[in-house]
């Protein structure tokens, strides 16, 4: 790559977005400028003297620059330079490792304590050893470790050897609210002087070591965190990094796209890197290494050989698996329950009235639909009350149009007075046999209005509640895990599947219901199954379905998804989680006024 000394025939730089390369000339090489632009699938003129060309694909396809008439005026920007050097190195780097039976140039796990430097002051685990080593081999990296492993710690660790060497001075860290304690916890017990953090909130610290950010406020922030990266040789860590799986597409991808380019090191930490497939994969490593990460991907899964991609992608992440953690098995097992007739007739007739009324295109319907068929394989009923302003955003529904004077809504008015959901009904009966063995429970459901429905029906057992509207959440679970009396905890995912712990005191878990991602129910399982864990520790988790409806659906998307991503991971854990036990309903032969008397039995009322 030319520094300059020659004259500039070609200019190479970023745009403002970061996410594509602007290429310009001067009138002498006009027709080589077109003709050059012409070779890149994504390449446009921008005007006479300057096109531009989406970063991965140039990235991918350096060697077409290889046809410029005069190499030697090849001028980079120093960003595009740095960025371009480091993502050719670590490429290099990794085909080395898989022609090599001994990896050259790794770091060994037995001097990373030395690399830490002397202001290093936090114990590490074997594999966070290993992990760092790994990391530390590369100029940028990506950490898929299972929740509990230490991604936290080893991601600073990795910080404070660069930083020992020079190479970084700061880091920008991305993450949800809800791991904000964590990062602060760790940045002040980890260094022998705690680590200056500032949480962007409005106010800036430009002295800050540290500055955390959340993906919401990311787009609105960008050029005030472009120039704190700029200001000085920055690190960036993208924590529960499955959040920007769209890259480009969706609003976070495309702010941590253009942030990506202005820092020295780039890592990311997530343990469901691909919660839909492959192409979530591309996103997160071709954040890591834009083109070569999303090529590499492309290339491993082509021929439809698992195996033999996850030995082609193993050397670009580390991955600390729940084996490795020595983690007791999590017992999972499927639930079927059957609708009773009125049920099953509502249902039957929802699903004739809206088949043909939306198309493949339509994916905001499609979405629409899927959640109301999700709504009335629980209970039909959910359907007329629609969302609510305290369902998270992606489940906010209007009310289902069913004309007044129809008889689907004759029945669906008065189902509840008829029928109680089977689903329901076994969500009672396993809350109420593991109370009777002082086992507390955490109830999983998606709809806000089915999870104040099971908070009645349970009322005997002084249920905690926490959803998007929750204002005391914290006095919500400091009481599941407190309070004897209180033996079960009721949320959705969405809500609660990130960033909190409840393995000590809970595990049993029961899904009312389930969507199709996959990453949100990996993420909500490890609430109760996560390091920590006495050996030994029965953990149970119950998955329930009504039979014929979306929820079988839902079943075999989920084990495909997860059956690809512990083949990628190589990690058996997960494939075993695509695979449910189906086992017996207990309350399939119980009345709603069977469930009353056994809940009074229970209650020694």
């Not at 969507?515 to 030994?536: E, V, Y």
Request: charged share 20%.
């Amino acid at each position: 790559m030319s520094s300059g000394t020659a004259e500039t025939s070609l200019h190479l730089g970023f745009d403002e977005t970061r996410t594509r390369v602007v290429l310009r000339t001067t009138d002498s090489y006009q027709r080589d400028l077109v003709q050059l632009a012409a070779r890149f699938r994504t390449g446009g003129q921008l005007g006479p003297l300057s096109a531009s060309v989406a970063l991965d694909e140039l990235l991918a396809d350096l060697a077409v620059l290889g046809g410029w008439p005069h190499r030697e005026g090849v001028e980079w920007s120093p960003e595009l330079r740095a960025l371009v050097s480091g993502v050719i190195r670590d490429a290099n780097t990794v085909k080395e490792w898989l022609v090599s039976a001994q990896p050259q140039g790794e770091a060994d796990a037995g001097d990373v304590v030395n690399l830490l430097g002397d202001m290093w002051d936090a114990s590490l685990s074997e594999f966070q050893l290993r992990d760092i080593a790994k990391l530390l081999s590369l100029q940028h990296g990506a950490n898929f470790s299972v929740p509990g492993a230490g991604k936290t710690r080893v991601a600073l660790a990795v910080y404070a050897a660069q930083r020992d060497q020079q190479r970084v001075s700061r880091v920008l860290v991305v993450c949800p609210k809800s791991a904000y304690e964590s990062w602060r916890y760790e940045t002040a017990v980890c260094f022998r002087y705690p680590l200056r953090v500032h949480v962007l909130d409005g106010s800036m610290d430009q002295w800050a070591e540290v500055l955390i950010v959340n993906y919401e406020r990311l787009d609105r922030s960008l050029a005030t965190l472009a120039t704190w990266l700029k200001a000085a040789p920055s690190m960036i860590i993208l924590d529960e990094a499955h959040r920007m799986k769209l890259g480009v597409r969706g609003t976070y991808g495309a702010a941590c796209m253009a942030l990506g380019p202005l820092a020295e090191r780039r890592m990311i930490l997530t343990g469901t890197p691909a919660p839909n497939g492959s192409k979530d994969l591309e996103n997160l490593l071709g954040f890591v290494w834009p083109g070569h990460g999303q090529r590499t991907v492309v290339q491993a899964v082509a021929g439809g050989d698992l195996a033999r991609a996850s030995s082609v992608l193993r050397p670009l992440f580390t991955r600390t698996t729940k084996q490795e953690l020595g983690l007791p098995p999590v017992h999972l097992r499927m639930r079927y329950v059957d609708m009773p007739p009125l049920h099953d007739e509502i249902y039957g007739s929802l699903v004739g009235g809206m088949r043909g009324g939306t198309t493949r295109d339509d994916l905001s319907s499609l979405g629409k639909t899927a959640l109301r068929l999700l709504m009335a394989a629980t209970s039909p009923a959910l359907l007329l009350e629609g969302g609510t302003r305290y369902e998270p955003l992606a489940y906010q529904l209007p009310p289902l149009d069913i004309p007044r004077g129809s008889s689907l809504y004759s029945l669906m008015q008065n189902l509840p007075d008829y029928e109680l959901s089977p689903k329901y009904k076994e969500t009672v009966a396993i809350v109420a046999e593991n109370a009777e063995r002082g086992r507390k429970t955490l109830v999983w459901t998606t709809f806000v209005r089915s999870l104040t429905t099971l908070e009645q029906m349970l009322g005997k057992y002084s249920p905690a509640v926490v959803f998007g509207g929750t204002s005391d959440r914290d006095e919500q679970l400091r009481r599941f895990r407190e309070d004897p009396s209180c033996a079960v905890l009721i949320s959705n995912p969405a809500t609660l599947g990130e960033g909190i712990s409840l393995h000590h005191v809970c595990h049993d878990a029961v899904y009312v219901d389930r969507d199709f991602m996959a990453g949100r129910f990996l993420q909500s399982l490890d609430r109760i199954h996560r390091l920590g864990l006495a050996p030994g520790t029965d953990t149970r988790v119950t998955v329930l379905a009504a039979r014929n409806t979306i929820d079988e659906v839902v079943a075999v998307r989920l084990e495909k998804k997860l059956e690809f991503m512990g083949k990628i991971l190589d990690d058996p854990t997960v494939q075993q989680l695509a695979d449910l036990q189906e086992e017996p309903s207990v309350a399939a032969g119980l009345a709603p006024g069977d469930i009353e008397a056994l809940l009074r039995h229970m209650g020694g009322s």
